[in-house]
């Protein structure tokens, strides 16, 4: 029954023109046949079947011994034919066997590898999805419908099990058959019946298994096509999201893993064009191999080849995430092998001038050419049928048009426009073959359309030049052969029955191309390649892993213990996973063991597991024990090595001693690196311990995008979430969990999960211990006055501590250091016990704003907000700051700081506190007041009766856009800072030199904020900050600036000529107490105009120079020998600065902005730069050529390189093997271009390529 309706399915329509339905009558009819097949498959011996195949020999045989009988021939003869007849059949069963299964076993050879790497891929992705779906539920156990995950379905698993036990039933029967070849050719048998009957028995069951296997894994990629189950597009689904989710990295992708695969790739990519060429020369020596259906073949091999030679040199580089990536790849290359087997093995036998060799070597590489072309399509349509993807991670999304893609585009295009204006205007001239016309025009245009839009998405550029290139000859073709029939045509007699010999030869070419095209199709859908973005697991830890790698590679002679220390969730351990494998550590160690330490009580449990885990991490743990003891066995295979033994989470300094007795760092050049969260066991390393820290905003976002999927209507929402993971990563793991198996794309369910999070934000931070209990009384504090700012602010650092100092938090100081050192000494030591969060740094590293993190507030810190005014509009403590009553409380009069947080618009906040402090003051209050804090309220109005505060030590006034400051301020003599940067004020008051105590003040440059003239001997000997300040040749401060002695950081601009410039140069050269130094000289219309050269170089404390203005090359060798942070605008240096910069050993960050140099070539020597970690180039407009030699700037981790529009692409950049970010902004797209193709050629000889950044505007 099954044979009938498959057998009517053949002839009948089944699919008419309309399509309604059509797609289940497909299914139905793919089932019905599929199960047919499967029924036929089973129904016959396949050993039977090829002695019957092979019968007319016997019976030829017969016939010739009747014949000789019949013609008197002599008995003996006649007895030693039939004497043979054994012989042959013993040859028969033991031989012919293997010959006919080679073919059958190599299919099942490849096929059981593929299944393997599936299933271990599957394996690996349900794992990981039920650790995350356990996670999650557990975090959902107060609402169980929460906890959703999605991944492989019931029918993907039974498939998948079903996978599992074919693997090893095929590898169980290829493990049989080389078994019995083996035997076959190392063993004589006896000559007998019962020997020949044996084997006749064994090899027909190795054909009955043979078939049956291959029929049943033919079923079972037939199974995944006609039900639609698409495993591997399930796999590809849920990797991206269940991995991004795993708060460990990822193992497998270690260092020589990826070099080997490496290899491989590049093997194959080579062999790949090699055979082309060798194809190419076969063509053209041996023209009548190419004739009818050989020629077809070596066609569809050669097309085959040359895509794959392009798709392979585009996956060089990438980092396979799959196994089954792996396993094609290798099938792929052992194809290639094969074709240049056979390709070498014709030219070999066609050696010798015979023609029975040149004819018997012809028939040979026909076979072979058959089968190598059958193997090719079949790995396309495996690909095809699982469905799954090569990724290359990049966080480029740039793709590059050549000028050569381009004219191809255009001539596929032109070709197209005129084959469609000929149908629609000649279409009666082509009669006979309109039907044919027609239909190739429709193939190519679905090419076209599928090229160029792998070409605009794709992500290999090799693969996209070859697309179009294979496209253009294509098209060509079909043009050509169709103006060839056009020509023929004319002077033929047309017979509306029969068609013409130009129409018989158009129709045959037309099939051709039209299989061409099939092929092509298949190999742009198999070669594609998919662009994600680059996750960055180790967002934030750059610097920590350049620092332990340093440890870990340096100072060889003196064994250590190295340690890595921080709360539970901060990324200790995948900081020391990227660390183990990073490529420096790799090349150093050649021997490494990874130990997850067990939480066992028991000594002897400890030392049992952790030596099982370092002899399984250097693949020794299969080996015979003969000791019996586990440690000694560990201990012997780490004898006289030099390694690197990774101790992640001791919790205990007994787990330590005990380890480190046993594992004893004799060896030189030998290593131990630990991880822990208790400060005491840190400190029982050989140097001080590594803290890690709390995420910055930027990186916490960073992180949290990567992981939590949500749409653009909700990242509000989302940020107000991801603001309680406090910068902690595990936290931000936490909120990836709740969200993991939500639809993403209806708003709806994520703010369902969102609010859920919002309002059960005690689970979301269990994980975040606190260590506020055991802070000394100074620190507790510091850290108290945090919850005097609302939740989430951000505050500035140079704010922080400022007020600090001002309110008398800094204890005195006793050594050199000042207040303010040792205030961020405070902040820093904060930072470092995970009490704050960093939120932003500056980019040379330095701490920008700062925030409690979200878990702290509920902890019971010390109230501070006793005898402090905190308005922020809302609470009722501030009723009389937006009131009119006149009765304040009587504690107002001790009152030692009043901070606003009322930023609402209008006139009205300014006028409100204006009111307040004029009554407050009127009425004796504030006489105490140490604090008035009014950044960013808009235009607040000071009374003249400010004066009267004499205790005032902070007058905050920033982004308030103030427009004057009373006269009377210079009654503050206690005032320390007096910030009115960013405002409307341009000249301060002369009173201003009164302020003897003023260590800070901030001035606003764009307003081109002035001093009055000097009233008296005063200097403000105690400035230690003066920023913002504007001079002209009438300014007071050139006379006597070099009067502040302890002047710490001064920005100062000016309009003066150079002889006017002169005695201010020679004066900031005296200032040696300075550590940053701004300095812009410039014209009305702000363009930069000649600054002199000043001598710096007695400078020893100034660390940072920012320089705007035009300079001469001298005065660079005049630069501080320990200056960190340079920046140069407008410098407009005619000669390279870089071989006088380079010199600077401590160098550190350096930026070049537009016209800082003008020349054209640019060098950066080796071992120059050795400590410099941010280069940017912006708006060279004549640099060409940058020349990076071998060994230069070392430690540069991040080069951004802007608008340098004749800039070619240096080849130095390959010698940057810590680059980890490469920005390109407004570069010329063929810079860009280049960049991208060539990413793995330049970094290849290292792990990890830096991310590059493509952005324009």
């Not at 090719?376 to 740039?398: A, C, P």
């Not at 014209?1083 to 020893?1100: A, F, Q, R, W």
């Given at each position: 029954?099954?044979?009938?309706?498959?057998?009517?399915?053949?002839?009948?329509?089944?699919?008419?023109?309309?399509?309604?339905?059509?797609?289940?009558?497909?299914?139905?009819?793919?089932?019905?046949?599929?199960?047919?097949?499967?029924?036929?498959?089973?129904?016959?011996?396949?050993?039977?079947?090829?002695?019957?195949?092979?019968?007319?020999?016997?019976?030829?045989?017969?016939?010739?011994?009747?014949?000789?009988?019949?013609?008197?021939?002599?008995?003996?003869?006649?007895?030693?034919?039939?004497?043979?007849?054994?012989?042959?059949?013993?040859?028969?069963?033991?031989?012919?066997?293997?010959?006919?299964?080679?073919?059958?076993?190599?299919?099942?050879?490849?096929?059981?590898?593929?299944?393997?790497?599936?299933?271990?891929?599957?394996?690996?992705?349900?794992?990981?999805?039920?650790?995350?779906?356990?996670?999650?539920?557990?975090?959902?156990?107060?609402?169980?419908?929460?906890?959703?995950?999605?991944?492989?379905?019931?029918?993907?698993?039974?498939?998948?099990?079903?996978?599992?036990?074919?693997?090893?039933?095929?590898?169980?029967?290829?493990?049989?058959?080389?078994?019995?070849?083996?035997?076959?050719?190392?063993?004589?048998?006896?000559?007998?019946?019962?020997?020949?009957?044996?084997?006749?028995?064994?090899?027909?069951?190795?054909?009955?298994?043979?078939?049956?296997?291959?029929?049943?894994?033919?079923?079972?990629?037939?199974?995944?096509?006609?039900?639609?189950?698409?495993?591997?597009?399930?796999?590809?689904?849920?990797?991206?999201?269940?991995?991004?989710?795993?708060?460990?990295?990822?193992?497998?992708?270690?260092?020589?893993?990826?070099?080997?695969?490496?290899?491989?790739?590049?093997?194959?990519?080579?062999?790949?064009?090699?055979?082309?060429?060798?194809?190419?020369?076969?063509?053209?020596?041996?023209?009548?191999?190419?004739?009818?259906?050989?020629?077809?073949?070596?066609?569809?091999?050669?097309?085959?080849?040359?895509?794959?030679?392009?798709?392979?040199?585009?996956?060089?580089?990438?980092?396979?995430?799959?196994?089954?990536?792996?396993?094609?790849?290798?099938?792929?290359?052992?194809?290639?092998?094969?074709?240049?087997?056979?390709?070498?093995?014709?030219?070999?036998?066609?050696?010798?001038?015979?023609?029975?060799?040149?004819?018997?070597?012809?028939?040979?590489?026909?076979?072979?050419?058959?089968?190598?072309?059958?193997?090719?399509?079949?790995?396309?349509?495996?690909?095809?049928?699982?469905?799954?993807?090569?990724?290359?991670?990049?966080?480029?999304?740039?793709?590059?048009?050549?000028?050569?893609?381009?004219?191809?585009?255009?001539?596929?295009?032109?070709?197209?426009?005129?084959?469609?204006?000929?149908?629609?205007?000649?279409?009666?001239?082509?009669?006979?073959?309109?039907?044919?016309?027609?239909?190739?025009?429709?193939?190519l245009e679905e090419m076209h359309k599928l090229v160029r839009g792998a070409s605009v998405t794709g992500g290999g550029y090799n693969s996209r030049m070859s697309w179009l290139e294979q496209a253009r000859k294509i098209s060509e073709s079909a043009e050509k052969s169709l103006t060839t029939f056009l020509r023929n045509s004319h002077n033929m007699w047309q017979n509306l029955l029969f068609k013409t010999r130009a129409g018989r030869k158009f129709s045959r070419d037309v099939y051709r191309i039209n299989h061409t095209i099939d092929l092509f199709l298949k190999c742009i859908r198999a070669y594609d390649i998919e662009v994600r973005e680059e996750p960055n697991s180790v967002v934030g830890l750059e610097e920590d892993i350049e620092a332990v790698v340093s440890q870990l590679t340096t100072n060889d002679e003196h064994p250590s213990v190295i340690s890595i220390v921080g709360i539970g969730g901060i990324g200790k351990t995948t900081l020391a996973k990227k660390i183990y494998d990073h490529?420096?550590?790799?090349?150093?160690?050649?021997?490494?063991?990874?130990?997850?330490?067990?939480?066992?009580?028991?000594?002897?449990?400890?030392?049992?597991?952790?030596?099982?885990?370092?002899?399984?991490?250097?693949?020794?743990?299969?080996?015979?024990?003969?000791?019996?003891?586990?440690?000694?066995?560990?201990?012997?295979?780490?004898?006289?090595?030099?390694?690197?033994?990774?101790?992640?989470?001791?919790?205990?300094?007994?787990?330590?001693?005990?380890?480190?007795?046993?594992?004893?760092?004799?060896?030189?050049?030998?290593?131990?690196?630990?991880?822990?969260?208790?400060?005491?066991?840190?400190?029982?390393?050989?140097?001080?311990?590594?803290?890690?820290?709390?995420?910055?905003?930027?990186?916490?976002?960073?992180?949290?995008?990567?992981?939590?999927?949500?749409?653009?209507?909700?990242?509000?929402?989302?940020?107000?979430?991801?603001?309680?993971?406090?910068?902690?990563?595990?936290?931000?793991?936490?909120?990836?969990?709740?969200?993991?198996?939500?639809?993403?794309?209806?708003?709806?369910?994520?703010?369902?999960?969102?609010?859920?999070?919002?309002?059960?934000?005690?689970?979301?931070?269990?994980?975040?211990?606190?260590?506020?209990?055991?802070?000394?009384?100074?620190?507790?504090?510091?850290?108290?006055?945090?919850?005097?700012?609302?939740?989430?602010?951000?505050?500035?650092?140079?704010?922080?501590?400022?007020?600090?100092?001002?309110?008398?938090?800094?204890?005195?100081?006793?050594?050199?250091?000042?207040?303010?050192?040792?205030?961020?000494?405070?902040?820093?030591?904060?930072?470092?016990?995970?009490?704050?969060?960093?939120?932003?740094?500056?980019?040379?590293?330095?701490?920008?704003?700062?925030?409690?993190?979200?878990?702290?507030?509920?902890?019971?810190?010390?109230?501070?907000?006793?005898?402090?005014?905190?308005?922020?509009?809302?609470?009722?403590?501030?009723?009389?700051?937006?009131?009119?009553?006149?009765?304040?409380?009587?504690?107002?009069?001790?009152?030692?700081?009043?901070?606003?947080?009322?930023?609402?618009?209008?006139?009205?906040?300014?006028?409100?506190?204006?009111?307040?402090?004029?009554?407050?003051?009127?009425?004796?209050?504030?006489?105490?007041?140490?604090?008035?804090?009014?950044?960013?309220?808009?235009?607040?109005?000071?009374?003249?009766?400010?004066?009267?505060?004499?205790?005032?030590?902070?007058?905050?006034?920033?982004?308030?856009?103030?427009?004057?400051?009373?006269?009377?301020?210079?009654?503050?003599?206690?005032?320390?800072?007096?910030?009115?940067?960013?405002?409307?004020?341009?000249?301060?008051?002369?009173?201003?030199?009164?302020?003897?105590?003023?260590?800070?003040?901030?001035?606003?440059?764009?307003?081109?904020?002035?001093?009055?003239?000097?009233?008296?001997?005063?200097?403000?000997?105690?400035?230690?900050?003066?920023?913002?300040?504007?001079?002209?040749?009438?300014?007071?401060?050139?006379?006597?600036?070099?009067?502040?002695?302890?002047?710490?950081?001064?920005?100062?601009?000016?309009?003066?000529?150079?002889?006017?410039?002169?005695?201010?140069?020679?004066?900031?050269?005296?200032?040696?107490?300075?550590?940053?130094?701004?300095?812009?000289?410039?014209?009305?219309?702000?363009?930069?105009?000649?600054?002199?050269?000043?001598?710096?170089?007695?400078?020893?404390?100034?660390?940072?120079?920012?320089?705007?203005?035009?300079?001469?090359?001298?005065?660079?060798?005049?630069?501080?020998?320990?200056?960190?942070?340079?920046?140069?605008?407008?410098?407009?240096?005619?000669?390279?600065?870089?071989?006088?910069?380079?010199?600077?050993?401590?160098?550190?960050?350096?930026?070049?902005?537009?016209?800082?140099?003008?020349?054209?070539?640019?060098?950066?020597?080796?071992?120059?730069?050795?400590?410099?970690?941010?280069?940017?180039?912006?708006?060279?407009?004549?640099?060409?050529?940058?020349?990076?030699?071998?060994?230069?700037?070392?430690?540069?981790?991040?080069?951004?390189?802007?608008?340098?529009?004749?800039?070619?692409?240096?080849?130095?950049?390959?010698?940057?093997?810590?680059?980890?970010?490469?920005?390109?902004?407004?570069?010329?797209?063929?810079?860009?271009?280049?960049?991208?193709?060539?990413?793995?050629?330049?970094?290849?000889?290292?792990?990890?390529?830096?991310?590059?950044?493509?952005?324009?505007?």
């Amino acid at each position: 029954m099954l044979h009938q309706f498959a057998a009517a399915g053949e002839v009948m329509d089944l699919n008419p023109a309309g399509d309604r339905g059509s797609k289940d009558v497909d299914k139905v009819l793919s089932t019905v046949s599929f199960a047919y097949n499967k029924e036929r498959a089973t129904s016959s011996s396949p050993f039977i079947d090829s002695i019957l195949h092979n019968a007319h020999l016997f019976v030829l045989f017969a016939v010739y011994l009747i014949c000789r009988y019949v013609n008197h021939v002599s008995l003996y003869q006649a007895l030693v034919c039939v004497g043979l007849t054994p012989l042959f059949l013993y040859f028969y069963i033991n031989y012919a066997p293997f010959l006919f299964l080679e073919e059958d076993i190599k299919w099942i050879r490849r096929e059981w590898r593929l299944l393997h790497a599936i299933v271990e891929d599957a394996k690996k992705i349900m794992e990981y999805r039920d650790l995350i779906g356990a996670r999650a539920c557990k975090i959902w156990d107060s609402n169980p419908d929460g906890a959703t995950v999605k991944g492989v379905d019931e029918t993907e698993v039974a498939w998948l099990e079903k996978a599992r036990s074919m693997v090893l039933q095929a590898e169980s029967l290829v493990e049989t058959f080389e078994k019995q070849r083996i035997r076959r050719d190392s063993h004589t048998q006896r000559l007998c019946f019962d020997m020949t009957t044996e084997n006749f028995q064994q090899v027909t069951g190795l054909f009955t298994e043979t078939k049956t296997v291959k029929q049943e894994m033919k079923d079972m990629v037939e199974e995944n096509k006609v039900y639609e189950i698409g495993i591997g597009e399930s796999l590809e689904r849920s990797r991206p999201s269940i991995v991004s989710l795993l708060d460990r990295p990822v193992d497998g992708h270690d260092q020589q893993k990826w070099v080997k695969s490496k290899e491989q790739v590049s093997s194959a990519a080579a062999l790949a064009s090699t055979v082309v060429e060798n194809i190419k020369r076969l063509t053209i020596q041996k023209p009548d191999l190419t004739c009818k259906d050989t020629g077809d073949q070596i066609s569809s091999i050669d097309l085959q080849l040359r895509q794959l030679h392009h798709f392979l040199k585009d996956i060089e580089g990438i980092r396979f995430e799959s196994e089954i990536e792996g396993a094609w790849v290798k099938e792929v290359h052992e194809m290639i092998k094969e074709a240049d087997h056979a390709v070498n093995k014709y030219w070999q036998r066609i050696g010798r001038l015979s023609f029975i060799n040149n004819w018997n070597a012809g028939r040979k590489l026909k076979g072979d050419i058959k089968c190598i072309d059958v193997g090719f399509t079949q790995l396309l349509e495996w690909k095809d049928s699982y469905g799954f993807k090569f990724v290359r991670r990049d966080s480029s999304k740039f793709v590059y048009q050549s000028p050569q893609q381009t004219q191809d585009d255009s001539i596929v295009s032109t070709i197209l426009s005129r084959m469609h204006e000929f149908l629609n205007e000649n279409s009666h001239l082509l009669g006979e073959v309109l039907y044919e016309v027609t239909s190739l025009y429709n193939q190519l245009e679905e090419m076209h359309k599928l090229v160029r839009g792998a070409s605009v998405t794709g992500g290999g550029y090799n693969s996209r030049m070859s697309w179009l290139e294979q496209a253009r000859k294509i098209s060509e073709s079909a043009e050509k052969s169709l103006t060839t029939f056009l020509r023929n045509s004319h002077n033929m007699w047309q017979n509306l029955l029969f068609k013409t010999r130009a129409g018989r030869k158009f129709s045959r070419d037309v099939y051709r191309i039209n299989h061409t095209i099939d092929l092509f199709l298949k190999c742009i859908r198999a070669y594609d390649i998919e662009v994600r973005e680059e996750p960055n697991s180790v967002v934030g830890l750059e610097e920590d892993i350049e620092a332990v790698v340093s440890q870990l590679t340096t100072n060889d002679e003196h064994p250590s213990v190295i340690s890595i220390v921080g709360i539970g969730g901060i990324g200790k351990t995948t900081l020391a996973k990227k660390i183990y494998d990073h490529g420096v550590v790799v090349d150093h160690f050649p021997c490494r063991a990874w130990v997850s330490v067990p939480q066992k009580s028991d000594n002897g449990a400890l030392l049992e597991d952790v030596a099982k885990q370092v002899l399984k991490s250097l693949q020794r743990l299969e080996e015979e024990n003969r000791n019996g003891s586990w440690i000694q066995k560990a201990q012997d295979v780490l004898k006289d090595k030099k390694y690197l033994l990774v101790l992640d989470n001791i919790s205990t300094e007994k787990e330590l001693d005990t380890l480190k007795k046993e594992f004893l760092v004799t060896s030189t050049g030998c290593k131990i690196l630990l991880t822990t969260r208790d400060d005491k066991v840190a400190s029982g390393a050989d140097i001080p311990p590594h803290k890690l820290r709390l995420r910055t905003k930027e990186e916490s976002w960073q992180l949290f995008t990567q992981m939590v999927h949500f749409p653009p209507t909700e990242e509000l929402l989302a940020k107000d979430i991801f603001r309680k993971c406090g910068g902690l990563p595990q936290a931000i793991f936490h909120v990836g969990y709740l969200m993991f198996g939500k639809d993403a794309s209806m708003a709806e369910e994520t703010k369902r999960v969102l609010t859920y999070i919002k309002q059960n934000d005690t689970p979301l931070l269990a994980t975040f211990t606190t260590r506020s209990s055991n802070l000394l009384p100074h620190l507790k504090k510091c850290l108290s006055y945090f919850k005097l700012f609302p939740n989430d602010f951000e505050i500035p650092a140079r704010r922080l501590t400022a007020l600090w100092i001002a309110e008398g938090l800094v204890e005195d100081c006793k050594r050199e250091e000042t207040d303010e050192d040792v205030a961020d000494e405070y902040l820093s030591e904060l930072i470092r016990l995970d009490m704050i969060q960093a939120v932003k740094r500056k980019h040379n590293g330095k701490v920008k704003t700062c925030s409690l993190p979200y878990a702290l507030p509920k902890d019971p810190l010390p109230d501070m907000s006793k005898d402090r005014l905190i308005d922020d509009y809302s609470n009722n403590a501030s009723a009389h700051i937006h009131g009119d009553s006149a009765n304040f409380p009587i504690h107002y009069r001790g009152l030692v700081s009043i901070i606003s947080f009322d930023t609402r618009e209008g006139n009205k906040p300014g006028e409100e506190i204006g009111n307040f402090l004029r009554r407050g003051i009127a009425g004796g209050f504030f006489h105490q007041l140490l604090v008035l804090d009014l950044e960013r309220v808009f235009r607040p109005e000071l009374p003249n009766t400010i004066g009267k505060l004499k205790q005032l030590r902070y007058l905050g006034l920033r982004w308030t856009f103030l427009g004057s400051v009373p006269a009377s301020i210079g009654e503050l003599l206690n005032l320390q800072t007096l910030d009115v940067k960013h405002t409307d004020v341009q000249t301060l008051p002369s009173s201003i030199w009164k302020l003897q105590k003023l260590r800070h003040l901030y001035l606003n440059q764009s307003y081109q904020s002035k001093f009055m003239h000097q009233q008296g001997g005063s200097s403000l000997k105690n400035l230690r900050t003066l920023w913002g300040v504007f001079l002209d040749k009438d300014s007071p401060l050139i006379h006597w600036i070099d009067k502040l002695i302890n002047l710490r950081k001064l920005g100062l601009a000016f309009q003066l000529s150079l002889p006017e410039q002169q005695p201010l140069a020679a004066k900031i050269g005296n200032l040696k107490n300075l550590q940053s130094l701004r300095i812009r000289s410039r014209d009305e219309m702000g363009e930069p105009c000649d600054l002199i050269c000043v001598n710096l170089s007695n400078l020893e404390s100034l660390s940072s120079l920012n320089l705007f203005g035009k300079l001469d090359n001298s005065m660079i060798a005049k630069f501080p020998k320990n200056l960190t942070d340079l920046t140069l605008s407008g410098a407009f240096l005619s000669v390279d600065p870089m071989p006088m910069l380079e010199k600077l050993s401590n160098l550190k960050f350096l930026t070049f902005y537009a016209n800082s140099y003008t020349g054209i070539d640019m060098v950066c020597s080796t071992t120059g730069f050795p400590k410099l970690v941010v280069l940017k180039l912006w708006k060279l407009q004549n640099l060409t050529d940058w020349n990076v030699e071998e060994k230069a700037m070392q430690n540069l981790r991040e080069l951004e390189i802007r608008a340098c529009t004749n800039l070619k692409v240096p080849s130095g950049l390959r010698h940057l093997k810590n680059l980890t970010l490469l920005k390109l902004t407004n570069m010329p797209e063929e810079f860009s271009a280049t960049i991208a193709i060539t990413k793995a050629q330049i970094w290849d000889d290292i792990a990890h390529s830096p991310a590059v950044i493509t952005d324009s505007w």
